[in-house]
């Protein structure tokens, strides 16, 4: 059995009972049924998750995946593919947005190479899982073979593996690097939910009108040449996806075959998620959405995977920048779960309190 | 001179050239341009008012201010009075929303007596402003005199001057504890606005049709009684007012005075920075909005005081919890802005960098 098969076999239900207790809890806390919005169904999933009322989230871990993709190719995005590889360097450097945001979040930032169009060296401290320098033009070609697809998604299985030999992992984010990679993940979400390409496509990192055309063009030519059938998670990867999509799949899946809760980022990391989750439905337990993306298709990747966004800031950046900032609020979640004191506590209602 | 005037006058234009400086350096950073959503104009905003572009926002305080009101004889709460003054019990204990997520965001957790129906003991740690016990019932006379409305607020004043004695302050935010508060703030907003009660009105803790119908009945009636005229804050404050609500204005104007952020939470609060804004316009240089409130009247406040929440979880409770979650986002702002490098810092686009 195959890494992949025996990772999605274990992968299982999240506590219903547990789930309850919390619930039962929040209702009976000193202060208005349901006043704590959308941190309460949240704080019960990640009970459910823990097993536990007691959810404390100490190790946070982000992963941000970058690749490269042979559609740029096609005048898709504004900025040239090098700045892919760059960016992995100012990653490793400490510059870039998300080593700021994981530093204010307090999580680990760990970069992946899935694909990206550059020779790193073996010591630059990054997980090297590369599987080639960058897809296919998928508008003329499969972005990648099957064979590819499975590698990529079994290199995030590995690196949640890896940095589990460190100790226990509270809770992953995902994020990701690819100059052009809203054009796969838009084909992603088109394939799987067959809705039309001009309501799911976005500006990425800020195309114009003409590119947007071209953009919207090149992802239905693609799906009209390779038909990927939607009931074929690894057709639709390979066909038009990316490597680090298949990455941000393999990260969710171990993370769930492993009992972490996941926060998947934007438009890319969410193409990620849906890909794990049609592999593996119940995969959609431990996975919480961090924020809604200016990319239009992220609604429906949203609707589709059954997720309520914690953030709303018109981030349209990636590298798991919003995942991090929404770690916050989910450990908010689980303060307000445990620490905020029931009617019973303490009393109110009646006059032992004074 | 009164307290108030004299604060009114310490309260001064944010730094503009700064603000200008900022927003060249977001701009300038290896992202996609405006990527990072509304955190980018609110870093500028704080680097303005800090003067700097090394903005750290270290000492963050919260202070939750509590009132009880008259006119919450007509039935329009859920919760009987006396929960106010128990519910400050257990905010002294510990054990409340705002104890747990204060903590959580690393602030100070302070609480005011503004007009509790209650004789707290002098010992008891909050601070004691208290200026009558509770307002009385604005359907029928005014909720109080002129007088105790300057009292209010220069109680809200007097507080910043003690917090600041204990040292600088980074960011301030504000809070309420007040059965039936929602009542006057709605008043307070349709008294400045002239917009139609209905469209303003809420459910406050979550009162049912009846309530709700009371409720709005209740404040066209106090609004036709009294006809405030909205160019007189003091006026609206003391007709149709809270003493916690002149409380919160006094905070808004006591921390813009001293140069101090101020992010303001829910219905209450933000009804309290409206009666602040009014007596001193570029207090509003100050104000930040932490969330859109489930609360109707909330979203015609923020564009009154053209603010824009940084987040949108559901709230409906109060004390400050939404404004403690704000500061962690505000303060990743003032992270975003210092820490992340431009792409002359990293070279990229050239080959520097590899």
Redesign the interface.
Known sequence: MSLLEKTIKKIYSTNAEVMQLALERLRN???????????EPLAARLAAIAGSLNVELKRKVVVTCAGDHGVVAEGVS??PQE?T???V??FV?G???I???G???GAEVNVADFGVNYDFKPELPIFHKKVAKGTRNFVHEPAMSREAAISSIEGGIEIVETLLEAGQIDMLATGDMGIGNTTPSTAIIAAFSGLPVEELVGRG??IGDEALKIKTAVIKKALALHQPDKSDPLEVLATVGGFEIGGLAGLVLGAAANGIPVVCDGLISTAGALIAAEFAPTAKEYLFASHRS?EAGHKFMHERLELTP????????GEG?GAV?AM??L??AT??LC???TFA??A??DKN??
Chains 1, 2 share one sequence.
Do not use: C
Not at 29 to 39: F, K
Not at 310 to 317: A, E, G, K, M, Y
């Open positions: 806390q000193a202060r208005p049924a349901g006043s704590l919005g959308i941190l504004l900025f700045v590889y760059q960016m360097f100012n450097n510059g870039a947005s080593n700021v945001l530093k204010h979040a990192t800020g200016v914690v953030l709303d800031l018109q981030f349209r950046l920048t900032l916050e609020l450990d908010a303060r307000i620490d905020i004191k506590e303490v109110i209602g309190i004074v």
